[in-house]
Structure formats: C-alpha cells, structure tokens
C-alpha cells in the first residue's frame, strides 16, 4: 500500500485537492475532522483540564480555546501535546482498516505534516501551493478573517517555499478545479508503479 502525505498552507486549496483524490477513489484521512470529532469526544477532559472554561455543553468551543492560544507558543505547545497523539492514533487505525481491505493508495490529510515530522511516516508528499497574493485573498475573504490573524497563522506553519522544497509531488491550485483534478490524476498514475515502502 502506497501512502501519500497531502498537505499545503491555510488558503493554498488542500480541502480541494483531497476531495479529487477521493472523487479518484483514493481514501483520504482528514486530520482537520478528526481533530472536530475530538473536540466532541476523548480530547475535551484533558484539553478543558489544561485550558479551564473552554468547554461548553460538553464539547471543546474552539473560538474559547483559540482566544487561550492567540500570542502563546507554550499554551500552543501544551495543546498539541495532547491532541496530536490522539489524532496519530486514529490515523494509524484509518491505515491499518485500508491495508486491511487491500487498498492500493491512501492520502493522509495533514496540515502540519512537516512541522509535527508526518513525513516520516508516508511513501511520498503531495504539497499544494498557489502564489501568495492567490492564497493571501482566498484567506481574507473568510468570514472573520484578519491580516493579523492570517500572519499569526502563516507564523506558526513552514514556509510554503520550503514545503516545496522538501515536496515529492507539487499541486498548483491557482489554476482551474478542471487542472488541479489533472494533477491529481498525473500523481496517481505516477505512484501506480511504485512500491509501497510502510511494512507494519
């Protein structure tokens, strides 16, 4: 089994692309919805037992904990070290279940995937970019979004250069949905022939 790691900064068009490979038939796992249904479920005690009153009728109110987060690299630490194993752990069972049923590639959704070393742990990266005035003005137009917030974000993740650098696979999304779905296509075609290099 093949596994592609897919991952791009805020506004390059990630969701997007992961839809084609599903579209493609390709399972996809999304690190951004697992994360939601954490919220709900095994992460609130010890994400509220770190971060007091951020729970509301029992669920993680993400505004809450973001407003926790704003200008704090340790309370951002804190908060991955809670929820980036839990995610790890629904992942490695997302794998193992696709394995399993003798799929042939499988794409793992993850925004962070260099910053928290997920490249370690897939076949080959897909990185989806797009010039940064394209990105700055899809991330702006989102309701609530500000150039501070935007900043503040592209801050926290490596730079969409270096993702490139360090990428098997480039998707440029600044172009049509019909083009980016062509590129999905080429990569697929391109792994078709490769081996897998995960064993267990």
Same mark, same amino acid.
């Given at each position: 089994?093949?596994?592609?790691?897919?991952?791009?900064?805020?506004?390059?068009?990630?969701?997007?692309?992961?839809?084609?490979?599903?579209?493609?038939?390709?399972?996809?796992?999304d690190s951004d919805a697992v994360v939601h249904?954490?919220?709900?479920?095994?992460?609130?005690?010890?994400?509220?037992?770190?971060?007091?009153?951020?729970?509301?009728?029992?669920?993680?109110?993400?505004?809450? +904990?973001?407003? $926790?987060?704003?200008?704090?690299? %340790?309370?951002?630490? &804190?908060?991955?070290? !809670? #929820?980036?194993?839990?995610?790890?752990?629904?992942?490695?069972?997302?794998?193992?279940?696709q394995r399993a049923r003798g799929a042939r590639?499988?794409?793992?959704?993850?925004?962070?995937?260099?910053?928290?070393?997920?490249?370690?742990?897939?076949?080959?990266?897909?990185?989806?970019?797009?010039?940064?005035?394209?990105?700055?003005?899809?991330?702006?137009?989102?309701?609530?979004?500000?150039?501070?917030?935007?900043?503040? +974000?592209?801050? $926290?993740?490596?730079?969409?250069? %270096?993702?490139?650098? &360090?990428?098997?696979? !480039? #998707?440029?999304?600044?172009?049509?949905?019909?083009?980016?779905?062509?590129?999905?296509?080429?990569?697929?075609?391109?792994?078709?022939?490769?081996?897998?290099?995960?064993?267990?």
């Amino acid at each position: 089994m093949f596994i592609l790691g897919l991952t791009g900064s805020i506004g390059m068009g990630k969701s997007t692309t992961a839809n084609f490979f599903r579209e493609a038939g390709v399972p996809v796992h999304d690190s951004d919805a697992v994360v939601h249904q954490l919220y709900e479920g095994e992460a609130v005690a010890p994400v509220e037992a770190a971060f007091p009153g951020v729970t509301v009728d029992g669920r993680i109110d993400r505004a809450k +904990l973001a407003e $926790r987060l704003v200008g704090n690299p %340790d309370a951002i630490k &804190r908060l991955e070290a !809670i #929820v980036h194993p839990l995610v790890r752990a629904v992942s490695e069972r997302f794998i193992s279940e696709q394995r399993a049923r003798g799929a042939r590639v499988i794409v793992l959704d993850i925004p962070l995937l260099f910053e928290t070393g997920g490249e370690k742990r897939v076949d080959a990266v897909v990185v989806v970019s797009a010039p940064a005035e394209v990105q700055r003005a899809r991330v702006l137009g989102r309701p609530g979004m500000t150039g501070e917030k935007l900043d503040a +974000l592209l801050r $926290r993740q490596m730079s969409d250069a %270096d993702k490139r650098a &360090r990428a098997h696979f !480039i #998707v440029d999304s600044s172009r049509s949905f019909d083009s980016a779905r062509a590129q999905v296509h080429a990569i697929l075609r391109a792994v078709a022939a490769l081996p897998g290099r995960r064993i267990s």
